[in-house]
C-alpha cells in the first residue's frame, strides 16, 4: 500500500541498481552484427544506452540502440490483459523474461521482473530500436533482443549495483533521493508539503496546507514541514487526487538528469544564466506559468558522449523564477557525497 515501508525500501534498492552494468559493448556489437559506437547512462539517470553501427554504416542515425532501464512497473495484471507474454531466453530458467506487444515493428522491448527484495511490481528493461531512419530494419528487433539477452542473462537474472563499480564514471546523484529535500522546501515555502514522486529521478511535492499542519494527509510519501523527518524514502509513484488542493500547479518539481551542462547554454528568449550557491547553471523563464532552473550537482563528473559532455543536473520547476531559484539551492544543499 502507499506509504508502507516496502514501497520505501523499494525505491532505495531500485536507485542502488547499475542499468549501464546491464549492457555489454561487445555482446551488444555481436547481437545487432557491428560496432559497439558509444555506452552512455541518461537523460534518466535510471536508464543507459550502447549505440551499435551495424557492419558498413558510420552515421549515428544508423545505429541500433539497446536500452536498459532500472524501475519500470510490471506485475501480474501486464500479463493477464496480454500485453505480454513469456520470451524464453536460452539459458535462463522458465518465466525469468517477458515479451511486451510491439505495434511498430521496428522496436522491442523485453522486461525481467524483479524479486521480492525490489517490492512489488517493478522489472528492469531491454529495449532495441532499429535506425531511426529505416523504413524496415534489416532484422527483427526481437531477434536482436534474445541474442543480446543470451549471452548477457546472467547480468539480467542477478543485476549489479552502483556500489559493484563495475561501471565508470560514479554518478552519485543517482543514488540520491529527488524527494529527500521535501521536509527543507516546506521549510523554505513556509507552507506544510506532501512528495508525490513520479519516477525514480522526478518529485512532485505539493502544497497541502499552512506551515504548521501536522495533520497526515492521505497518500503521504515524505515528511511534511512541521513534522518530525523519518528516514521512510518515497513509495511508488502516485497522483493527487483530483480536486484535492494540493496540485502540481501550486508546488514544485525536482528532478536528477544526466545531460549537457546548463551552464553551456546559450542566453534565449526566456533562457538566461543563473549562480546558485556558487554553481553556474540555467533559467527557463519560457514556459507560461513555470520557470526552470537547472544546475550541475558537480564539475569534477562527467560523461562523454558524442554530443559533448554530459554532467549532472539538478532541475527545479516552480510558479516563479524566485522560487525556482531558492528551492534549487535547498535542493543542492541536501544532496550529498557531490
Given amino acids: 500500500m502507499p506509504g508502507s ?4 525500501e523499494a525505491y532505495r534498492a531500485l536507485r542502488r541498481l547499475d542499468p549501464c552494468a546491464l549492457l555489454h559493448p561487445e555482446a551488444g556489437a555481436s547481437a545487432v552484427g ?4 558509444q555506452l552512455v547512462p541518461g537523460p534518466d539517470p535510471a536508464e543507459c544506452t550502447l549505440d551499435v ?3 558498413g554504416a558510420k552515421s549515428s542515425v544508423d545505429a541500433w540502440t539497446v536500452t536498459a532501464e532500472v524501475g519500470v512497473s510490471f506485475d501480474d495484471s501486464d500479463i493477464e490483459l496480454g ?3 513469456p520470451q524464453p531466453i536460452p539459458g535462463a530458467p522458465n518465466n525469468s523474461f517477458y515479451q511486451e506487444e510491439s505495434y511498430s515493428g521496428s522496436d522491442c522491448t523485453i522486461v525481467r521482473p524483479l524479486d521480492n527484495q525490489y517490492g512489488d511490481g517493478y522489472a528492469i528493461e531491454l529495449e532495441v530500436q532499429a535506425p531511426i531512419l529505416a523504413e524496415t530494419p534489416s532484422q527483427p528487433p526481437c531477434d536482436v533482443a534474445i541474442r543480446y539477452l543470451q549471452s548477457t542473462a546472467d547480468r539480467w537474472l542477478q543485476p549489479a549495483t552502483r556500489s559493484d563499480k563495475l561501471t565508470e564514471p560514479r554518478l552519485p546523484l543517482a543514488e540520491q533521493d529527488p524527494c529527500a529535500a521535501t521536509t527543507a522546501i516546506g521549510d523554505a515555502l513556509g507552507k506544510e508539503v506532501r ?5 525514480l529521478y522526478t518529485c512532485q511535492i505539493v502544497i497541502t496546507g499552512p506551515a504548521g499542519d501536522t495533520t497526515d494527509h492521505p497518500g503521504d510519501t515524505a515528511p511534511s514541514a512541521g513534522r518530525a523527518p523519518s528516514d521512510t524514502a518515497p513509495t511508488k509513484p502516485t497522483r493527487p487526487t483530483p480536486g484535492d488542493p494540493a496540485t502540481a500547479e501550486e508546488g514544485v518539481e525536482v528532478r536528477f538528469t544526466i545531460t549537457g551542462d546548463p551552464a553551456s547554454r546559450e542566453p534565449s528568449n526566456g533562457v538566461e544564466p543563473v549562480t546558485i550557491a556558487g554553481h553556474v547553471g540555467s533559467l527557463d523563464r519560457s514556459l507560461t506559468d513555470k520557470c526552470v532552473v537547472q544546475i550541475a550537482a558537480t564539475d569534477t563528473v562527467t560523461v562523454d558522449t558524442r554530443d559533448g559532455e554530459s554532467v549532472q543536473v539538478i532541475g ?5 523564477c524566485e522560487t525556482a531559484q531558492q528551492l534549487a539551492a535547498t535542493v543542492l544543499d541536501t544532496v550529498t557525497d557531490r
Fill in 5 to 8: 515501508e516496502a514501497d520505501a
Fill in 34 to 37: 557491428g560496432t559497439a559506437d
Fill in 53 to 55: 553501427l551495424p557492419e
Fill in 83 to 85: 500485453g505480454v507474454k
Fill in 195 to 199: 512528495a508525490t514522486p513520479e519516477a
Fill in 316 to 320: 527545479v520547476m516552480a510558479p516563479s
